[in-house]
């Protein structure tokens, strides 16, 4: 099954930007002749490919004032209740991004709803929430209480959005039936066009709603990953409150920053750092600066996760920033999760390194065994924000990372090396059968995505040693890793 074959892929000439993706002509015809041997649909390993295969999805985010139903018709775009639907201000909440399909388009949704914060007003936090979501939108959904009408507080919102310049679809909630249709009439005077009427909570118009927001949202995002030649690469400072991503930036910059770009569009004008580095300009993606204009108590937490998701879909790697003077906290995992989530590089820098004793050392490294374990192979730098040591190991550390998440393994040399892992170490033995892989491909980079058809169900334990064995050979180092599996159905069923 894998020798002959699997030499004749290697010695396919591979290619991108055609039709099948990642796989060129020639190379995907072979695998498609593979997966006929193999008893499998045609279309089935079609869909599973250009599922794998796709590329950064595009962005929507859901936006307005609270108790308006934002989180209802995430959940209702989401054909499944993730988003917490409860309006009150400190709810936990450990995403903000979720990905999505509307007529077998895919994308992400960017919730900013239940939650409220009278710390400054009302309409400051929700202009700090509209803000921050639509930095990170390719297309915008603004939700408005039809019911109740346009207030002042929805106008100021409309102002954010003229200034962001993003394609807005109008969402006039709570129209659950004809009478309705008249309150939802009366949103034309927003001037974002036509108001779509939709009960978000009984699913009424969120098909024609979703129609639109189609024909608003780009095929992809702007930014095409590495698309420029020569063009600069985003790496986006995460972090959560005072770990120094501050001072990082201005360290890095130091004297050797080329242009400061004011990126119009926000009320706070985010600013995208071009920095020269080891001979090569960086574009950083500001993510620092939230907490001078909004100190906003137990809601801090929240509109970090919001402006963390903002600067990791705007970057190609996201450079976490840990204070290693205090214990690794749940809110440094999350952010973490965030990144390998989202698909993008990453680096892990943590910072105060010169201020730890022995001791603060010592477990140190027993936390990060313990806490990081799941990011064993984002490469770490230990640095010193304030006194910029070790500054000249990050731009290394970034490279390496990007390397691994844009390598990709020719699809001989992958059933190869899977063809060993299945004779050495085949899959545990469940209900009287043994699932095998048959073969497999990688069907995209960026992160690396590789489709593995298998003859039956493969447990996450086994997924995981396949996804080890995969860094051990091919590197990897940096990137997060995501396989799916396809598995053949019976053979009978075909007949």
Known sequence: MYGRRGTDFMNDQIHTGDEHGELGDAEYAEFMELAAQEGFDAADVEGALEEAGHGPLPVLAVVGRPNVGKSTLVN???????????????????RVTYEAEWAGRRFKVVDTGG????????DASVAAQAEFAIEAADAVVFVVDA??????????????????????????????GPSGEADAAMLWSLGLGEPHPVSALHGRGTGDMLDAV?????????????????GPRRIALI?????????LLNKVAGEERVVVNELAGTTRDPVDELIELGGTTWKFVDTAGIRRRVHLQEGADYYASLRTAAAVEKAEVAVVLIDSSE???VQDQRIVTMAVEAGRAMVIAYNKWDTLDEERRYYLEREIETEMGQVAWAPRVNVSAQTGRHMEKLVPAIETALAGWETRIPTGRLNAFLGEIVAAHPHPIRGGKQPRILFGTQAGTKPPRFVLFASGFLEAGYRRFVERRLREEFGFEGTPIHISVRVREKRGKKK
């Open 214 to 230: 189609l024909e608003a949202l780009p095929e992809a995002p702007a930014q095409s990953f590495g698309g420029t030649v020569g």
């Open 239 to 247: 972090g959560r409150p005072n770990v120094g991503k501050s001072s």
């Open 327 to 329: 214990s690794i906290s």
């Open 76 to 94: 209702r775009i989401l054909g499944r209740r993730e988003a917490v639907v409860e309006d009150r201000p400190g709810v936990t909440r450990d």
């Open 147 to 176: 019911k109740v009408g346009a207030t002042d507080t929805d106008e100021a919102v409309v102002k954010l959005l003229r200034r962001a310049g993003k394609p807005v679809v109008l969402c006039a909630n709570k129209v659950d």
């Open 115 to 122: 939650w409220e914060q009278d710390v400054f007003g009302i």
